[in-house]
């Protein structure tokens, strides 16, 4: 083995491995900073820095505390869209929220009666990050690698 292939491998295992961490550690950028102190429980996060502007958005991912009744049964969270929807009050007229499934990480899908804007989804979702019972909330979408991302090939081990 060569000291320049030692010294990548090094360098791509340190590269991990603070990558890991900072996957670990959770999201990172602008978002609905926790609030809600007076329960002694904080509010939940909303993901919101990421949403482009010239995009719409109809479903969402939401995750309640283990410890809440709609964390610990999705027939609750029905309730809970239906009390959300009824107080948004939205420019483009009423909103229904429709629960979709849960999923295998205890987050609930669900879905929007109608598209809603950079601004709307933003403001529905910071109404979900102000209830303590709320862990995230953040847009159903489909996570790519970004096109020109440059990744050299790793060389099997053992090979010279």
């Known amino acids: 083995?060569?000291?320049?292939?030692?010294?990548?491998?090094?360098?791509?295992?340190?590269?991990?491995?603070?990558?890991?961490?900072?996957?670990?550690a959770g999201p990172v950028g602008p978002g609905t900073p926790p609030a809600g102190a007076e329960s002694g429980v904080a509010a939940?996060?909303?993901?919101?820095?990421?949403?482009?502007?010239?995009?719409?958005?109809?479903?969402?991912?939401?995750?309640y505390r283990p410890a809440s009744e709609p964390g610990r049964s999705s027939a609750a969270v029905q309730q809970r869209l239906d009390a959300v929807a009824s107080s948004a009050g939205f420019a483009g007229g009423p909103l229904r929220l429709e629960w979709q499934r849960r999923l295998a990480v205890d987050a609930d899908v669900f879905k929007a009666s109608r598209p809603l804007d950079r601004d709307e989804a933003a403001?529905?979702?910071a109404q979900f990050a102000r209830d303590p019972q709320v862990e995230y909330i953040e847009v159903d979408g489909v996570v790519t690698i970004r096109q020109g991302v440059d990744v050299p090939p790793v060389k099997p081990l053992g090979d010279g």
């Open 123 to 125: 403001a529905l979702m």
């Open 44 to 63: 939940g996060m909303a993901r919101i820095g990421d949403l482009p502007g010239d995009s719409q958005y109809q479903r969402f991912i939401v995750k």
């Open 1 to 24: 083995m060569h000291a320049a292939d030692i010294i990548f491998r090094g360098g791509l295992a340190a590269t991990l491995v603070a990558a890991m961490s900072a996957c670990a």
